[in-house]
Each structure stands twice: as C-alpha cells, then as structure tokens.
C-alpha cells in the first residue's frame, strides 16, 4: 500500500506545455489512495481543461478567488481552507514564472495565494526550457524555495516541446509520484523503528464453548496501530479477539485468544523493538482449570475458582533496556494518583490514562479522552477526540519523548 493512502494531495497546476501529463498525475495519484483536488493558474487551462481534471480527480477544479455560479451566487474560494485541507501540496509543472512569484511571496492567483497560506510539505517539479532553466533568475528561485524548506523533483534531461535538447524535462508522472512516496517515507520519524503494541481484549476460556471476557473493542490500539506505522514504524500488533481490521504494509498482526498467549508474544517480540504500547484489556483472572469438555447445566450453583494472569506490563518493565515503555491506565476514581503509581510500579516511560468518569472515554466508543503522563510524572490532558485522533497524539508525544 502507498504511503500516499488516505492523504489529501492538493495539485497546482501551472501554465507549461508539461501540463498535458497532470491528468496522469491525477490518476496515479488517485490510484495511490490519495485524495486529489486541483488548482490551477488561470493561464494553465489553455494546455489542459478544468474538467478533465476535475472528471479524473472527482472534485470540483478551481482557478480563481471566487466562481460565478450565476449573477447572484458567486463562491468564494478560500485559499486558507485549501491549504488546511492538504496533507501535501504539489505544484506541477513549476514555471519559472510561478517559481519566482512563488519565491518572493507574490500571491496574485489563487494558486500562489494557497501557497503561500499553506502549512504542508510542498513539492514543486519545474518545467521549462533549457535556458530558462540555467538562467540565474531561475536559479536563484530554485535555491530560494529549497531554503524554504520546500522540495524540488528535479527536471530531467531530454528533448523539450520547443524541439531543443537538454535539461527543462519535468518528470514523468510515475517518477513524480515515486519521489514523493520515497521522500516521505525517508522523512517518517519514526523510520526503522520496531514498535510492540497490544490491542483488544482477551478470552480466559471456562470451558470449550464459554470464557470471560470484556467490552474492549481494540479500537484504541488499531487506530495506534495505523498511527504509527504512518510514522513510519514497523507495527508488530499483538491482537485479542476483535472485529477491527487493519491493512498495512508496515503492521504485522498477530492474533491471540488468552492472556497466555499474548504474554508469550509480547515477549517474543519485546527484545527487538524499540517502543511498547500495551493498550490491551487484559483480563486480571482466568478460571484456575478449564473444563475440558462443556460444562452440564445443573440445580447446584456453580463456582470456578480464578487465578491471577501474569502481568505482560509488568513483567516487560521488569526486563526493560532501551525499550520505550508505554501502559494505559483506565481508572474510576483517584484517577491521577492510580495512574502514577502504576507507572511507577511498572517502570514504564509513560502511561496513558482513560477515566471512565469522562464521557465518551473508554471501551467501545469511537471518541476517548486521555492524560499523558510521563517518566517526571508531568501530566498532558487531551481534549476528547475521536480515536483515530487520540493514537495520532499519542504517538506524537512519544516521537516527542524519544527524540
Ligand atoms: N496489563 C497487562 N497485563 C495484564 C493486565 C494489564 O499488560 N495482565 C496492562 C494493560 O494493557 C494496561 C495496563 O496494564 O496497559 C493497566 O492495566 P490495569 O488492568 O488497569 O492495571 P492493573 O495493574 O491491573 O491495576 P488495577 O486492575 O488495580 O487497576
């Protein structure tokens, strides 16, 4: 799978005769599992049409501050929100002209007036005529943009649309995509890293056909899951039973039932990683001797004598080196002070707490609200966000801490 799934890439298209490959751009980007939404410079629609590219990417192409929609309704386009929205923004084909507007803070279209407002990486794949390229000018707007902190996909060499020879090429849409795909995953934080993390509940088996068990959905530890191997991270995802699905080339799941069972793969793959997460429900006792065959209803009550299961945070503290240590904590009450002491107690870097107090925390829902708390037992208090919004804080302040 692309690290450019599920990412919002915002295209700038300027006016180059290399505007014709932006429809294969959109394309290769979309098939990429990336959403696309294009901009463009008023003069680009003479090389290629708005609705082409807004067939191709699915969403409405724009080029000016507002739409005419009829006399009375004009749109106004707000260059903030387009900028907000990207994850990425890639400006192709780069002109020497845009380039040097681009470069001295010029913003008299839409499309540099986005640049300008927005916050995410920018690429830019220039694309001209030879000596338009080699010419200082050009030069200097190039330097200027990298100094930025923006990233150029090199033009190639090659014959160019004016029938000479040389450098000015943009790049083919497939190499323009593979960059940026390389240079996000070489920028990840968390490149290289091996990450243990625990999720869901687990089963303690009574009998062949019954167990006890919890609420845990293990959406909490899928979402951090995802999270971090979006960081880059090589995910080793130790689940209990859950319904949750995860795809990701970077996430390996390993399934287990019992407490047992996740404790013997914790501590296979402990000693090779370099942060643990362990956001599973455990479950604290399981039946002492499972039946081995269904147990008979009969008139008597019946009684199942329960065994502490091992502690896997515990135990992993114990053996800790250099490992990142990551618990959570879901309390009811003395929420701050169970906490610490659990971090204390289970010589962990930090711990996330989960008080059942705050509505819309905890098991099976889709929102959680939590405190990070840390090693010097400073605190952090999150507002309650969905999910998959709690797991990207968490893992930020986690790349926070380690680097
Ligand atoms: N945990 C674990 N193995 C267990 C029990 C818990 O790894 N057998 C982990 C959980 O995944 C979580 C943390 O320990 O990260 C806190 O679990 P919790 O059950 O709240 O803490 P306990 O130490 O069991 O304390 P108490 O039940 O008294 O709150």
Redesign the pocket.
């Known amino acids: 799978m692309s690290i450019l799934s599920g990412k919002k890439v915002l295209l700038g298209i300027t006016a180059g005769i290399a505007a014709y490959k932006t429809a294969s751009l959109v394309r290769l980007f979309i098939k990429s599992g990336a959403e696309v939404k294009v901009i463009m410079t008023p003069a680009s629609k003479d090389f290629i049409t708005p609705l082409t590219l807004s067939t191709l990417s699915k969403n409405p192409v724009h080029s000016t501050f507002y739409d005419k929609e009829d006399e009375e309704n004009e749109l106004w386009n707000n260059h903030v929100d387009f900028g907000l929205w990207a994850d990425y923004m890639v400006v192709v084909p780069a002109t020497a002209n845009t380039m040097s507007k681009m470069a001295n803070g010029i913003c008299d279209n839409l499309l540099l007036a986005t640049y300008l407002s927005a916050k995410c990486p920018i690429y830019f794949a220039p694309a001209m005529d030879l000596d338009m390229y080699i010419h200082p000018s050009t030069k200097e707007s190039l330097d200027k943009l990298a100094s930025f902190g923006n990233t150029i996909i090199p033009a190639t060499s090659g014959e160019l649309a004016s029938g000479l020879v040389g450098e000015g090429r943009m790049a083919e849409p497939e190499d323009i995509v593979s960059f940026i795909e390389k240079d996000i995953l070489s920028k990840l934080p968390l490149k290289g890293k091996k990450l243990l993390l625990?999720a869901g509940p687990t089963y303690e088996a009574i009998d062949p056909v019954r167990f006890i068990g919890n609420h845990s959905s293990g959406k909490m530890g899928f979402a951090i899951a995802k999270a971090a191997a979006n960081l880059g991270a090589e995910v080793y995802l130790i689940s209990g039973p859950s319904h949750q699905q995860i795809k990701h080339s970077l996430v390996h799941r390993i399934d287990v039932v019992s407490?047992e069972e996740?404790?013997n793969a914790?501590h296979t793959y402990f000693k090779g990683v370099d942060i643990a997460i362990?956001?599973?429900?455990?479950?604290?006792y399981k039946p002492k001797n499972a039946a081995t065959q269904k147990i008979k209803k009969k008139d008597s009550s019946l009684e199942i004598e329960l065994t502490p299961?091992?502690?896997?945070?515990?135990s992993?503290g114990k053996i800790k080196e250099n490992q990142f240590l990551v618990?959570?904590?879901?309390?009811t009450n003395n929420e701050l002070a169970?906490a610490k002491s659990?971090l204390e107690?289970?010589n962990l870097d930090a711990?996330v707490l989960n008080s059942l107090q705050d509505k819309g925390a905890g098991f099976a829902t889709d929102t959680n609200k939590i405190t990070i708390i840390d090693k010097d037992l400073k605190e952090k208090s999150f507002q309650l966000k969905s999910k998959v919004e709690v797991a990207k804080d968490i893992m930020n302040e986690i790349v926070n801490k380690i680097s």
């Open positions: 625990t407490a996740m404790y914790a362990l956001s599973a429900a455990v479950a604290d299961t091992k502690d896997i945070l515990a992993l618990g959570f904590a879901l309390e169970n659990k107690r289970k711990i």
